[in-house]
């Protein structure tokens, strides 16, 4: 158990995962410092921001959907008020059925009682979805920059792994010793000589905004895509999922595929406004990356986000930071000890 008190701690990376675990630290009472790169392209920057409490492919509820909820909306509340800005709301938010089987299955699970919860009626060939909601990332990632700015918290340049040492059980950079620090470089994790042996999987997304006459939609519809009305008849369609192209660029790929989904349900002409790609940092089980290095302790990690950043980022900083302040178990699905394996292996090769 530490000295809250005396816990000197460095978190590399600004996204939704160093927000998040930051403000835990923070609320333990330890020493916190955040190196970021603000000029560099992130996850979060980026980020449309849902959280829908329904996976849409076979229907089921998201994991662990009961816990993270709670935790998101008290988190991202206290944010607002911490920061003095509005991040989160709720959307009407709308399914297209698109099958006879794909309605029966709809009713079939609207009928069991922990999926009603989430789950509403079918109307005019869609189906609605409780407790869905937008957080607006990019301004929380600018905004809580501004905060540690303000409060002498950041460092914003470039970390380079070379500048970084160990002594006596401490991190040591050109800044100060540190007793931990904990990696949140998102997609940039694939670079990071200490955790380069963990199995990402990192997924481009990209979304474009339209411009339309007319309105069109006031809800938010999912049909392939997520069409999400912007005011004054802007639409954003959101997003795409590549996992061969990886480079942090737009691509006319996406762009149709985007358009595709909304095309089948809108015959009506419109101008791209605005097209934006960033990379998820996605992982090969689907479970988030938490816990220390397993042979220097005083480095940790906490990433694999993917593409639900939002919904799980608040839950699992809270749990990371308990583990690592008082040693409350990992759940064994998310610890990155279940890759063990890999990283002996990486040591041999
Ligand atoms: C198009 C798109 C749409 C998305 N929509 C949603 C959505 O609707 N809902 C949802 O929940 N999730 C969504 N996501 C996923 C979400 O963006 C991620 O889950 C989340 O943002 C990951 O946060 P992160 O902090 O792990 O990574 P990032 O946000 O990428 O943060 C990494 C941080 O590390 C810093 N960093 C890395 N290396 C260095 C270095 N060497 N020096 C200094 N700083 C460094 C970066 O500058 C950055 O600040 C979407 C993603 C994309 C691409």
């Not at 460095?10 to 333990?28: K, M, N, Q, V, Y």
């Not at 990332?137 to 540690?148: D, G």
């Not at 904990?182 to 963990?198: I, K, T």
Request: charged letters at 20%; a negative charge; glycine letters at 6%.
């Amino acid at each position: 158990m530490y000295n809250f008190g005396a816990v000197k701690i460095i978190i590399i990376g600004s996204g939704l995962a160093g927000i998040a675990i930051a403000e835990r630290f923070i609320a333990a009472h330890c020493d916190v410092t955040v190196w970021t790169n603000t000029t560099q392209a992130s996850s979060t920057g980026i980020a449309t921001g849902m959280y829908n409490p329904v996976v849409f492919r076979r229907l089921n509820l998201s994991w662990m959907v009961e816990d993270l909820l709670p935790e998101m909306h008290s988190f991202f509340s206290s944010l607002e008020e911490k920061l003095a800005i509005s991040l989160k709301g709720p959307i009407d938010f709308a399914r297209r059925i698109p099958s006879d089987d794909y309605h029966h299955l709809w009713e079939t699970r609207r009928s069991e009682p922990s999926y009603s919860t989430f789950i509403g009626p079918i109307l005019n060939g869609y189906g609605s979805v409780k407790h869905a909601g937008m957080v607006d990332c990019s301004l929380l990632k600018t905004q809580y920059e501004q905060y540690l700015l303000s409060n002498h918290r950041l460092i914003d340049r470039p970390f380079s792994f070379d500048e970084l040492s160990f002594k006596d059980g401490q991190v040591c950079l050109a800044e100060g010793d540190y007793d931990l620090a904990v990696f949140c470089d998102g997609p940039y994790a694939v670079q990071n000589p200490y955790f380069n042996w963990l199995p990402f999987n990192l997924c481009q997304g990209e979304w474009i905004t339209l411009q339309t006459d007319a309105p069109l939609t006031k809800r938010v519809l999912n049909n392939k895509v997520n069409i999400i009305p912007m005011g004054e008849n802007r639409y954003k369609l959101s997003s795409s999922y590549s996992w061969k192209t990886l480079d942090w660029q737009p691509h006319d790929e996406a762009k149709e595929e985007l358009l595709k989904g909304f095309e089948e349900l809108f015959d009506v002409p419109y101008t791209l406004v605005e097209h934006r790609a960033a990379l998820r940092p996605t992982v090969s089980d689907r479970r988030p990356y938490l816990g220390r290095h397993p042979e220097y302790a005083s480095l940790a990690i906490f990433n694999g986000l993917g593409s639900k950043g939002v919904m799980l980022a608040p839950y699992f900083s809270q749990h990371l930071a308990s583990h690592l302040l008082d040693g409350t178990p990992l759940l064994p699905e998310v610890d990155i000890k279940r890759h063990l394996k890999r990283f002996h292996r990486s040591k041999e090769g």
